[in-house]
């Protein structure tokens, strides 16, 4: 018996391979239209020996290419702009540089000719080494009780924060770098070419107040200021805490210093150690009403607790719809969610707070406490389903509450329940000269300014070339990645999605794009670079995405079948 099962599960495997085997014999080089042997084959004159192939039509628009080195090289991946020739030839090789020691100093400014150490926060972003329209790299650095510090960055450009510590920030605000160049032997320059260090200037402006509840002041808060127009943090404090003072005029006291060129700006105001007091948000403060250069807020109703009133506890679940084999209906907890509660109207200010669902898709402010702290007031409530990536599983969409829903003390006595609803399924066929492709994978990214709610998705085809990958109603790229056995190029196009709906992706002919990965020629100890992964991306409204995929040889070549 046992026998009879091994040789029945082997025959399935062989017969579903053979089905393979079959739907790639039509895809031989010698199939497609643009076979060759030699380059008198080929219209333009090209034929890449190895894969006999013409080159057709370059790809248009701008591409963009992510080099992924070994791990073991302890390089980071790296783009570059490219432009293909004709022949399919990327021009200039791509330069692998590697991560150099960085000495930089975190100082304050004391008057015009004298500096200090300074306590801070370093954020350096990576704007010179991403992909259009997408995050780039951040490397932070805590840089405490010294003048220097080192740290392994890659040679390029950065955007810069440096963000006093909040016993120092009394005096300092927070300094932004628009750009900032390291060179290849990790020294700092400026946009102009000039020597830097990371200095934070004397705050030129104040902001002082206190924060009071029930007329009394409140110690302890933190205070941020933040820029409205790009949610820069301006500079930060904490009110004076009444044990460390003399006097009790002085409890509850701020001081924040703001930087010149700031105009209007938001508080941000917190409790550190009280989490179930939310955080919230104060707008329309302007130093265009300063005297002197110091806004005083003391005063300002503004700047009152009183009408936040007393956090209630929310209890809230998320509930996701199954059907079963027989058709049935039922409801299941969703766990995983991203749930966001917004209020512009709390108390004079304004809360935006996170959290997610357990595994009962209960709402989780702490890990193993249901519910979360809110002050009384409207909120508008937005839920992120968990990403499922198995294409065979089911897939929910993004929910937001039609009204905002009233929150109370009357709210604790009972359990608000939402339920989610299936997202739009996008089902349909890669093709590739008139044959199913089996074992496509396929990824579809949305296009365009799209709120958080728009999520990516992936699939794959099955035996007989079919998928389906459920969406949100957006417009998505949709790339389909050509086995390297079909020899065509990635099939690519942009889907409306609107509800339900089917497609048919086509492979097709390739355009042949040729390069070389080569170390960076300062580096002393050059690294290897092959089998260096090649990614291709060709940017769409401003966002880059993935079109083709290679590997490098052993010398650093590559060949890459691009969409023409």
Not at 235 to 244: F, K, P
Not at 291 to 298: A, F, S, Y
Request: aromatic fraction near 8%; charge should be negative.
């Amino acid at each position: 018996m046992i026998r009879l099962i091994i040789f029945c599960v082997l025959s399935v495997f062989i017969a579903s391979c053979a089905e393979m085997t079959d739907n790639y014999a039509g895809w031989s080089y010698d199939g497609p239209v643009n076979s060759c042997d030699e380059d008198q084959d080929c219209p333009q004159g090209t034929c890449h020996p190895q894969l006999g192939l013409c080159s057709i039509a370059p790809p248009g628009g701008d591409l963009v290419v992510k080099v992924i080195p070994d791990p073991s090289t302890g390089a980071p991946p790296q783009t570059f702009d490219v432009t293909l020739n004709a022949s399919g030839n990327i021009d200039v090789p791509l330069e692998i540089r590697v991560p150099v020691t960085v000495n930089a100093m975190t100082m304050a400014r004391t008057d015009e000719e004298h500096t200090s150490a300074l306590e801070a926060r370093v954020i350096f972003t990576d704007t010179g080494n991403q992909l259009p329209g997408r995050s780039a790299r951040i490397t932070v650095y805590e840089a405490h009780n010294s003048m220097s510090f080192d740290l392994e960055m890659l040679p390029g450009k950065y955007r810069v924060m440096v963000i006093p510590e909040p016993l120092q920030a009394m005096d300092f605000p927070v300094l932004y770098i628009d750009e900032m160049v390291i060179d290849s032997s990790g020294l700092l320059y400026d946009s102009n070419d000039d020597p830097m260090d990371l200095i934070v200037p004397v705050g030129t402006g104040s902001v002082e107040g206190v924060v009071l509840q029930g007329g009394l002041p409140m110690n302890g808060l933190d205070v941020v200021a933040v820029d409205p127009t790009n949610g820069r943090i301006v500079s930060t404090a904490s009110t004076t805490v009444c044990d460390n003072v003399e006097g009790f005029d002085e409890c509850g006291k701020f001081d924040i210093k703001i930087a010149s060129g700031t105009e209007d700006f938001s508080l941000r105001i917190s409790r550190p150690f009280e989490p179930h007091h939310p955080e919230f948000v104060i707008d329309g403060f302007s130093m265009a009403s300063a005297v002197d250069n110091v806004l005083d807020l003391t005063g300002d109703p503004a700047l009152s607790l009183d009408p936040l009133g007393v956090p209630v506890q929310y209890h809230a679940k998320v509930n996701k719809p199954v059907k079963t084999p027989d058709g049935m209906f039922f409801q299941d907890p969703a766990p995983g969610c991203f749930v966001l509660f917004e209020s512009n109207d709390v108390g004079g200010g304004r809360i935006e707070k996170w959290v997610t669902t357990n595994e009962s898709g209960a709402l989780e402010e702490i890990e193993g406490v249901t519910g979360i702290n809110l002050y009384p007031g409207d909120y508008k409530v937005t839920i992120i389903p968990a990403l499922i990536t198995a294409s065979t599983a089911t897939d929910y969409t993004a929910y937001t509450t039609d009204e905002p829903i009233a929150i109370s003390e009357a709210s604790q006595e009972e359990e608000q329940v939402f339920t989610l609803s299936w997202r739009p399924l996008l089902e349909g066929t890669v093709v590739a000269n008139g044959k199913s492709v089996p074992v496509s994978t396929l990824t579809a990214e949305a296009v365009g300014d799209v709120p958080q709610t728009v999520r990516p998705g992936t699939s794959s085809t099955g035996l007989d070339g079919s998928f389906s990958m459920w969406l949100d109603d957006a417009d998505y790229h949709v790339a389909a990645e050509a086995p390297v056995e079909s020899g065509f190029a990635w099939g690519t196009e942009v889907i409306e999605i609107s509800g339900n709906g089917t497609t048919s992706v086509e492979l097709p002919i390739p355009f042949v794009a040729k390069g070389t990965i080569t170390p960076s020629s300062d580096q002393a100890n050059p690294i290897d670079v092959g089998g260096s992964i090649i990614e291709w991306y060709r940017v769409i409204e401003g966002r880059a995405y993935a079109v083709g995929r290679s590997t490098a040889d052993s010398l650093g070549h590559f060949t890459t079948l691009l969409a023409p």
